[in-house]
């Protein structure tokens, strides 16, 4: 049984990580140090489909899964085995790809007018506006 749960959290993190590739840019305009291992997910993930490399987390799957019995993932690995055919048909991988790439592309613009040097942010916005209160300027103008 520890085997198939060892086969089983790398297929979670798998998803895990595939949504946070196709998102995690989203998640970096409220949290900013999200950019860098988003940037890192991204790198990884378009290189293993342009270069063919071997993904550690469809080695650990395999692994589990031989351990307990099972068999081992169909295809070249994750994607071939649990999203193509199943989720969208294959004939559509290269359109998918395009498609994440310009979500991941969309957020990092939105990322960079987000948190582009001299944009004023909540927090200065907010301190300029109660600085002026308590010097009895006022709070109706910006």
Excluded: K, Q
């Excluded at 998918?96 to 613009?109: E, F, P």
């Excluded at 990322?111 to 004023?120: E, I, K, L, N």
């Amino acid at each position: 049984m520890g085997y198939r749960l060892v086969a089983d959290l790398a297929m979670v993190a798998h998803f895990g990580f595939l949504v946070f590739v196709a998102l995690g840019g989203f998640v970096a305009l409220w949290r900013r140090w999200v950019l860098w291992p988003h940037v890192v997910a991204v790198v990884w993930g378009v290189s293993t489909v342009l270069l063919s490399w071997p993904c550690p987390l469809t080695s650990v799957e395999n692994w589990g899964r031989e351990r307990s019995g099972g068999a081992r993932l169909s295809g070249t690995g994750f994607i071939d085995h649990y999203i193509e055919g199943m989720i969208y048909p294959e004939e559509h991988t290269r359109l998918l790809h395009a498609l994440v790439l310009l979500v991941v592309i969309v957020s990092w613009v939105a990322v960079a007018r987000r948190w582009a040097p001299g944009r004023p942010t909540r927090r200065s916005v907010t301190a300029r506006r109660d600085l002026r209160r308590s010097a009895g300027g006022g709070g109706s103008a910006p």
